[in-house]
C-alpha cells in the first residue's frame, strides 16, 4: 500500500491511501436481453461498459433494437393476461421470490465482484448494499406475496342501508404490466424495490437498466431466470434514452416505476402522460444534516462524513447539507477537516477502500464544474476538491467538504451525485427549520442531538424519511420516497407494496 499526500485542511494534510489494483476473479457475464423466458442477444447500438477505476473496457454489449423492445412489451402483456404466470397464486408467487433471494445469497462473492468492477462500488460496503439490502427488501415482498396487502385481496366493507341494504367489498387486482426503470448506483436494490412488489401483487414486468450497469443487472437477470418465473413475468431490455421512452409510452404497459434524476423523472410523466399510465417516481435528493445544539460534535462530524461519501456519494439520500449552530462551526470544520485522513481512496476490490470511483470521467467533469463555479462565488474548500494523486487512470475524486457559501448557492441546493459536503451555519432552530426545508427535494434528512429535542425537529422537516442521531438500519416494512422533486409515490414497505395495485368496489343488494 502506498500513502499520498493529498490537499490540507486547516493547515493540516491528510492522506489518501492508494492500492495496487487487484484483478477481478470472477468473470464478466455477458449481457443479453431476456425476453419471453428467453436470452437473446440485442440487435441495436453497440453499449461500451468502462471499468471506472482503470477507465479500460470491460464488455461491448449489443442493445435491444426497436422490435425487441416491443417483444419484450407484448411478452409482458401476454403473461399478464393469459400466461403461465397469471395462475400463480400469491404463495406460488411468494415462493418465487423467496428462491430468488436463495439465489442472491449464494452468489454473493460474484455480485461484489461484479458491482466493485462495473459501477466502482467498494467490496466494503457493496455486500450490503448489493445484496444483504436487496435479500432483506425480496423476502419482505415475497412475504408480503403470501399475506396480501395489509387491508388483504379482499375486504369486506360494513352493511349499506341507502336506498336499500346492500353489501360490499374492495378487490385488490395487479396494476398490470410495469416497466421498472432501474439507474445504476445500486441497480440490485432498486430491482428489490420495484420487481418485489410488482411480482408479488401480479404484476408483469420490463426491466429498463442503466447502459452503465448493464453486467451487473444481466447478472440479476439470470438468477430470476434460474429461480423458474415463467416466461414474460420478467423481461430485460436496455440501450439508449429511446429504449426507455418507448417501453414507458408503449400503451401494453400499465405503471411506470423509474428511479433516476428530477429532469429525467418529468421526461418519464411526458411520455406516460399520452396512455394515462400511473407512474411511480423515486427521484433526488439534496439531503439536509442538522447538527442542533448540545450535539456531541466529536461524534457527529465521522458518521456525518460516512453520510455523504458512501457509494462515493452517488446515493439519492445521501446528506450532503450540514447546518451547524453558529457557535459549533469552526469545531465541525476543523474537525471534518481533520477526518478524511482516515478515509481510503482507491481500487475497489482492496478490502480497506471506502470511496471508489465516480461512474464515469463525464459525471466527475460536471461535479467538477460545480466545485469551480463555487470557488468563483467566492467558497471555501477546506478539504479535498480536486483528484486524488497517483489515480490517473480511473475517475475518482477527493472525498471534498465546501463553506463559506449561503443555502441558495447552486452547490448547496443541486444535486451532485458525488463525495461533495457542504457545511453552513445558522443563527437559531428557527434558522436551521428554514434552511432544512428552503430546498426543493425532500427524500432524506437527519438530525443531531438530544433525542427529545431531535424528534420534535424532526416532525418539523418536510421530507419522506428523517433519522434522528444517525437512525437504524433500512428497514424491509419502511417506505422510501418523498415530494417535490423527490419524486411520486413510494417504494417499499406497504406504501411501495399498494402502490402495484388497482382497487375494485364490488356491491349487491342484501
Known amino acids: 500500500m ?54 479500460r473496457e470491460l464488455a461491448v454489449t449489443p442493445a435491444a433494437s426497436p422490435a425487441q423492445v416491443a417483444a419484450a412489451v407484448s411478452a409482458a402483456r401476454r403473461a399478464f393476461d393469459d400466461g403461465e404466470w397469471s395462475r400463480l397464486g400469491p404463495g406460488e408467487r411468494g415462493a418465487l421470490l423467496h428462491r430468488l433471494a436463495d439465489l442472491l445469497e449464494r452468489d454473493r462473492e460474484k455480485i461484489v465482484d461484479l458491482a466493485a468492477t462495473e459501477i466502482g462500488t467498494p467490496i466494503s460496503s457493496a455486500a450490503a448494499l448489493h445484496v444483504d439490502l436487496p435479500v432483506r427488501f ?10 396480501g396487502p395489509r387491508d388483504g385481496y379482499e375486504q369486506p366493507l360494513p352493511l349499506h342501508h341507502d336506498p336499500v341494504v346492500s353489501s360490499s367489498m374492495l378487490v385488490r387486482d395487479p396494476a398490470g404490466v410495469v416497466a421498472a426503470v432501474v439507474a445504476y448506483n445500486v441497480p440490485v436494490m432498486m430491482c428489490a424495490y420495484k420487481l418485489g412488489p410488482a411480482l408479488a401483487s401480479g404484476c408483469s414486468t420490463v426491466l429498463v437498466t442503466s447502459p452503465r450497469a448493464v453486467l451487473l443487472t444481466a447478472a440479476i437477470m439470470r438468477l430470476i431466470e434460474e429461480a423458474g418465473f415463467p416466461p414474460g413475468a420478467v423481461n430485460l431490455v436496455f440501450g439508449s434514452p429511446s429504449v426507455t421512452a418507448q417501453v414507458v409510452s408503449a400503451p401494453e404497459v400499465d405503471l411506470v416505476t423509474f428511479t433516476g434524476s428530477a429532469a429525467v423523472g418529468s421526461k418519464i410523466l411526458t411520455l406516460a402522460a399520452p396512455t ?39 446515493a439519492c439520500g445521501a ?19 481533520k477526518f478524511p485522513g482516515g478515509l481510503t481512496v482507491g481500487d475497489p476490490h482492496h478490502p480497506d477502500t471506502v470511496l471508489g470511483p465516480l461512474i464515469t470521467g463525464e459525471h466527475r ?21 480536486g483528484r486524488p494523486p497517483g489515480l490517473d487512470d480511473g475517475f475518482f475524486l477527493e472525498p471534498t467538504l465546501v463553506t463559506g457559501i449561503s443555502n441558495d448557492a447552486e452547490i448547496a441546493q443541486e444535486e451532485l451525485f458525488a463525495p461533495v459536503g457542504v457545511v453552513m451555519p445558522y443563527t437559531d432552530l428557527d434558522d436551521a427549520f428554514r434552511m432544512a426545508n428552503d430546498v426543493k427535494y425532500a427524500l432524506n434528512a437527519n438530525v443531531w442531538g438530544p433525542t427529545p429535542d431531535a424528534l420534535a425537529f424532526a416532525r418539523r422537516l418536510r421530507s419522506g424519511t428523517v433519522t434522528v442521531n444517525g437512525g437504524g438500519g433500512m428497514r424491509g416494512d419502511a417506505p422510501w420516497g418523498g415530494p417535490g422533486h423527490s419524486g411520486i409515490g413510494r417504494e417499499g414497505g406497504e406504501e411501495g407494496f399498494r402502490e402495484f395495485f388497482e382497487v375494485k368496489h364490488i356491491q349487491w343488494p342484501v
Open 2 to 55: 502506498v500513502s499520498l499526500r493529498g490537499r490540507e485542511a486547516g493547515g493540516a494534510p491528510f492522506t489518501i491511501e492508494r492500492q495496487r489494483f487487484i484483478v477481478m476473479t470472477a468473470p464478466i457475464v455477458e449481457a443479453e436481453c431476456h425476453i419471453d423466458g428467453r436470452r437473446i442477444a440485442g440487435e441495436g447500438e453497440a453499449i461500451r461498459s468502462i471499468n471506472p477505476t482503470t477507465g
Open 138 to 147: 425480496f423476502r419482505w415482498f415475497a412475504d408480503a406475496a403470501a399475506r
Open 276 to 314: 394515462l399510465k400511473k407512474v411511480v417516481l423515486e427521484l433526488g435528493g439534496k439531503s439536509p444534516n442538522i447538527v442542533l445544539p448540545g450535539t456531541d460534535i466529536e461524534k457527529a462530524v465521522p458518521a456525518s462524513a460516512l453520510r455523504f461519501t458512501r457509494n462515493s456519494g452517488q
Open 319 to 337: 446528506t450532503t447539507r450540514t447546518l451547524v449552530p453558529q457557535a459549533d462551526f469552526d469545531e465541525y470544520v476543523e474537525r471534518s477537516g
Open 365 to 385: 467533469g460536471n461535479v467538477e464544474g460545480f466545485l469551480a463555479r463555487a470557488r468563483e462565488a467566492g467558497a471555501e474548500i477546506p478539504v479535498g476538491g
